[in-house]
C-alpha cells in the first residue's frame, strides 16, 4: 500500500476602512459552516473574509482485498457489508486512485447598527478524481458536493486503478446567512451550522465519515491523546454540519442558550427531523449545570439497519460469523437529559448525568403501547495536579435508551443521535 497526502489552505479579510483588523483563524477545510469575519468595528461597516482550501490524496494497494466480496452490496447501499475492506484506523473503505476537493468561502459582514451584523457565506466547491477516494480520503468536500451530506454526485465504487469510477463536478450558492450581535450575544442562522453547545448523552452532532488530511483525527471512542502532527494538518473539522435554523442567545456571562430545527440529510426516499433546545450555565468555582431536549421524527422508506428490534427481523450468516438484520420505519424519538459539575476543592471536582428517552416505530417486532422508555446515568469523581489526573467513572444505561438509527446522508452512514459513533459501517 501506499497513500500520498497534500493539503493547503489560506485566508484573508477586508474591510471599507484602512484601521487594521483582526483575519479570519485559517481553517484546514472550509465545507460547510465555516468560522464567520469579525464583527465590524464602528469604523467599518463592511467587512469581507475569504477563505480557501485544497487537499490532493493519492493511494494505491496490491492484494486480494482490491476486489472485496461484499463491495457490491456495500455500494448498492447496504450497510449490512462487513466483507468491505476497510481501513483499520478510520473505517474508510480501502480503494485505489486519488481525489481532490477544493472550496472557496466569501464571507462578507455588514453592520446593521452598532449592536447587530448581517452576515453571510457563499461557496464555490469542486470535487475530482476518482468518487470513492474524493468522498472518503481528504478533507470535507464542499457541502453541495459532499455524499455524507446527501448529495450523490459521488456514487460508491471499488475501483482497481486509477481510471475507474471517474467524478468531476463542482457547485456553488449560499452556505448560509445569520443575524449577530457584534458581541456575540446573539446569533440568527439558517443554512449550515455547527451545534453550539449541548448534552453529549442527548444529541450528538454526526461525526464526519471521510478521513481528513490530519488522518490521525481523535476519535471519540479513543482513550488519551492523540498521535502527534504537523500543525499544518490539524484539522479544526471532525463534524458534519446540520442544516436548517439555529438561534443561540447569551443573555448574561456564562450563560447559553440554543435552538435547534433541522432538516437532517438522508437517502433518496426518507426524511428525518431533528429539533432541540438546550441550556447551559458556567459557573467557574461553582456548580455549573446544562440540560437538553430533543425530538427526532422519521419517515419515509424503512431503514436497514443491524439491530433485530425492527421488522423482518432475521440473523444472516456471513464470513465473520451471524450478523442480525432488520428493517425500521417512521421512528420517533424524545431525549431529554440534566447535568451537574460539582467543584469539591482546588483540584477534585465531580460531575453527574442523568438521561430519560422515549422510541417508537412503526413495524417493530415486538408490539408498542405507546413509546419505549429507556435511562441513562453517569457520575465521575476526577482529581487533577501538576503531575497527573485520576478519574473514577460510573455508568448505567438501558438497552432501550435512545435507539433511534438514521442514514446519515447516505446509507452506509448510520448515526444514533445519542451516543453511536457512525462510521461506515454500524
Known amino acids: 500500500m501506499t497513500a500520498m497526502f497534500i493539503a493547503a489552505a489560506s485566508t484573508c479579510a477586508f474591510a471599507d476602512d484602512p484601521a487594521p483588523a483582526p483575519s479570519a483563524s485559517p481553517q484546514s477545510t472550509a465545507a460547510a459552516a465555516p468560522p464567520q469575519p469579525a464583527a465590524a468595528s464602528q469604523h467599518s461597516r463592511l467587512r469581507i473574509a475569504l477563505a480557501s482550501s485544497v487537499s490532493y490524496v493519492n493511494q494505491q494497494f496490491v492484494g486480494p482485498g482490491t476486489l472485496p466480496p461484499e463491495a457490491g452490496a456495500f455500494a448498492a447501499g447496504q450497510p449490512i457489508a462487513p466483507g468491505t475492506p476497510y481501513d483499520m484506523w478510520t473505517s474508510s473503505p480501502n480503494v485505489n486512485g486519488y481525489g481532490v476537493n477544493h472550496s472557496l468561502l466569501l464571507m462578507p459582514a455588514y453592520a446593521l447598527s452598532p449592536q447587530y451584523d448581517l452576515r453571510a457565506t457563499l461557496g464555490y466547491g469542486s470535487i475530482s478524481g476518482n468518487a470513492n477516494v474524493a468522498a472518503y480520503w481528504g478533507d470535507q468536500a464542499y457541502a453541495a458536493l459532499n455524499p455524507h451530506l446527501g448529495f450523490h454526485a459521488a456514487a460508491i465504487a471499488f475501483p482497481t486503478g486509477n481510471h475507474g469510477d471517474p467524478i468531476a463536478s463542482t457547485a456553488g450558492g449560499v452556505v448560509s446567512f445569520a443575524l449577530a450581535r457584534h458581541d456575540g450575544r446573539f446569533v440568527a442562522r439558517a443554512g449550515w451550522f455547527d451545534v453550539s453547545q449541548g448534552e453529549s448523552f442527548v444529541v450528538n452532532q454526526p461525526a464526519q465519515t471521510n478521513t481528513p488530511m490530519l488522518f490521525t483525527e481523535p476519535l471519540p471512542e479513543g482513550i488519551g491523546d492523540a498521535p502527534e502532527t504537523l500543525p499544518l494538518l490539524v484539522n479544526a473539522r471532525t463534524r458534519l454540519p446540520l442544516r436548517g435554523l439555529d438561534i443561540v442567545a447569551k443573555p448574561r456571562e456564562g450563560t447559553g442558550i440554543e435552538l435547534i430545527d433541522a432538516e437532517l440529510p438522508e437517502p433518496p426516499g426518507t426524511h428525518a427531523r431533528l429539533q432541540s433546545v438546550s441550556l447551559d450555565v458556567a459557573r467557574p468555582g461553582r456548580v455549573s449545570f446544562g440540560a437538553q431536549l430533543a425530538r427526532v421524527v422519521t419517515g419515509g422508506a424503512p431503514i436497514g439497519t443491524s439491530v433485530l428490534f425492527g421488522s423482518d427481523a432475521t440473523v444472516m450468516p456471513t464470513d465473520q460469523g451471524p450478523l442480525p438484520t432488520s428493517s425500521l420505519r417512521a421512528q420517533k424519538m424524545t431525549v431529554g437529559g440534566v447535568r451537574a459539575d460539582l467543584p469539591i476543592d482546588a483540584h477534585a471536582s465531580a460531575q453527574v448525568r442523568l438521561g430519560m428517552s422515549c422510541y417508537a416505530a412503526e413495524g417493530t417486532g415486538r408490539a408498542q403501547r405507546g413509546c419505549a422508555g429507556g435511562r441513562y446515568a453517569s457520575a465521575r469523581l ?31 452512514n448510520l448515526w444514533g443521535p445519542a451516543y453511536a459513533w457512525p462510521g461506515t459501517w454500524i
Open 382 to 412: 476526577q482529581r487533577t495536579t501538576d503531575a497527573f489526573s485520576i478519574a473514577l467513572d460510573a455508568m448505567h444505561m438501558d438497552a432501550t435508551y435512545a435507539p433511534a438509527i438514521l442514514p446519515y446522508g447516505m446509507p452506509e
